[in-house]
């Protein structure tokens, strides 16, 4: 069985940083792209950031230069850390493992707010 779980999450004021976590389960990691997505209230999933089995990156670019995506393969575990945070920023952010079929985690509530 398939898990993915996330933490990290939580309230942070504009301009601070937020270190999400993303544990995996019952995959063969480190052969999987991992991706983080995160979706504000009324509008759709979006990627925020993703990385290949190989260490290849890819990011929003609303993201770009703030959140940076990393993964530990002994670890089974996928990072985001994301500075200068802003109220935009506000979202559940998921982590998402895909190879063939993509597996989803359950979220985890950002909210950037003063």
Do not use: H
Request: include cysteine; charge should be positive; aromatic fraction near 10%.
């Amino acid at each position: 069985q398939v898990q993915l779980v996330e933490s990290g999450g939580g309230l942070v004021q504009p301009g601070g940083s937020l270190r999400l976590s993303c544990t995996a389960s019952g995959i063969i990691f480190s052969s999987y792209i991992m991706g983080w997505y995160r979706q504000a209230p009324g509008k759709q999933r979006e990627l925020v950031a993703s990385m290949s089995s190989g260490g290849n990156t890819n990011s929003a670019d609303s993201v770009k230069g703030r959140f940076t995506i990393s993964r530990d393969n002994a670890k089974n575990t996928v990072y985001l850390q994301m500075n200068s945070l802003k109220p935009e920023d506000t979202a559940i952010y998921y982590c998402n493992a895909f190879r063939v079929v993509p597996f989803w985690g359950k979220g985890t509530l950002v909210t950037v707010s003063s």
